[in-house]
């Protein structure tokens, strides 16, 4: 990440403070569970690798082998996760587009790997079968509803970090311009607002519980339709400031791009379970608001304390994170470790202390009393 923004120490620390940033969810579904991770991480990190090829090929010519790594990996991040495959085909044909006469073999090829993956991918019998799991609606306002209920409190609402972050740096960006004052004080204004709405909304909807999987059962229709409305105003809200403050930034561009094309396909969902889907987005989205928080703190007097600072954070919220891993495990092997448990005789009753470490909430019958009686040697 911190080389598609530009390789500076900030940025390099922003960058390792994308893990600390995800919300609940996605901590839960992509980071402690592993076949979350294998499916989510490497899918996306593949096509950065092409967005970082793409961006240094502005600049200096490659090895003609370079147009057989791009094949492969196009080819290979596109077998992980549809919205991937698809989004990978619209990026290839998005970076043709962008350079034109002046697109380059490798460009070529990773279209073609998509193209063929994506065939690969769909040609499987599994997408010919009815499965609710993979259901599609083309309802507007069935759409709009499960947007409004579901779908946009894993986009959006959820990612406070993210939007505080992206938001701050967009008031130190304004003050720093030489915009018009009214120009300055709308932009200034409307930030704050968001601020103020998104701590807000995140406080409040604390009280209303969540089912294992990081959703809502039941939610009241208005405030869901409400926040899903101030959802798409913050989007477009994040456009415009692009607009303003990066505007010759083609990465940019792309991210947000890329962020729409995902978010798009998920819209379709009649039946969305799980925010996983949505991780895709959100690294998208963290590229973006890196751009304006890196840039934000090369403007302010106090760079060098800003960033000692978020190292600071960084190094503590690593601990932090570590000693919470350290006592779900000790908390863990305490309550499996009983001759009930292992022999099927009794049942787990009680949760490891931090449970977003642990996939499916700490779901209780995910431990398998036959993986504990060997792992402990029973």
């Known amino acids: 990440m911190w080389k598609l923004i530009g390789k500076s120490i900030a940025s390099l620390i922003v960058s390792c403070l994308f893990v600390f940033t995800l919300q609940d969810g996605f901590i839960n579904n992509i980071l402690a569970w592993n ?40 080819y290979a991040s596109g077998l992980f996760v549809e919205a991937l495959t698809i989004a990978q085909i619209i990026l290839g044909i998005f970076v043709i587009l962008y350079f034109r006469k002046k697109s380059k073999l490798y460009h070529l090829t990773y279209l073609v790997g998509a193209i063929v993956s994506a065939i690969t991918m769909f040609s499987h019998p599994g997408y010919r079968e009815t499965s609710s799991y993979r259901g599609t609606t083309f309802d507007l306002t069935k759409i709009w509803d499960i947007y409004a209920k579901i779908t946009h409190f894993w986009l959006i609402t959820f990612n406070v970090a993210l939007i505080m972050g992206i938001l701050l740096a967009i008031i130190i960006l304004t003050i720093k311009s030489d915009f018009s004052w009214i120009k300055k004080t709308s932009l200034i204004f409307v930030s704050v607002l968001f601020i103020a709405y998104y701590a807000w909304i995140n406080y409040y909807l604390q009280r209303i519980p969540m089912n294992y999987m990081y959703g809502y059962n039941v939610i009241n229709t208005r405030l869901a339709y409400w926040d899903g409305a101030i959802s798409l105003i913050f989007v477009i809200f994040i456009g415009y400031c692009i607009f303003l403050f990066f505007k010759m930034d083609v990465k940019m561009w792309l991210y947000y791009i890329l962020t729409g094309v995902l978010m798009g396909q998920l819209l379709f969902v009649s039946a969305p379970i799980n925010c996983r889907e949505n991780f895709l987005t959100y690294v998208f989205m963290y590229l973006i608001a890196m751009k304006f928080v890196v840039t934000a703190i090369s403007q302010v007097r106090l760079k060098n304390w800003l960033t000692g600072l978020l190292f600071l954070a960084l190094i503590g919220m690593g601990a932090w994170y570590q000693y919470m891993m350290y006592a779900n495990n000790q908390a863990n092997l305490k309550r499996v470790n009983n001759i009930g448990f292992y022999t099927g005789k009794k049942e787990l009753t009680k949760h490891v202390p931090y449970q977003k470490f642990v996939w499916s909430n700490d779901l209780m019958n995910q431990q398998n009393p036959t993986y504990w009686k060997e792992y402990l040697k029973k």
């Open 35 to 74: 076949a979350g991770f294998i499916n989510y991480v490497p899918s996306i990190a593949l096509i950065l690798i092409y967005i970082l090829i793409v961006d240094r090929g502005r600049y200096k010519n490659f090895s003609p082998y370079v147009a057989l790594l791009t094949l492969v990996l196009a």
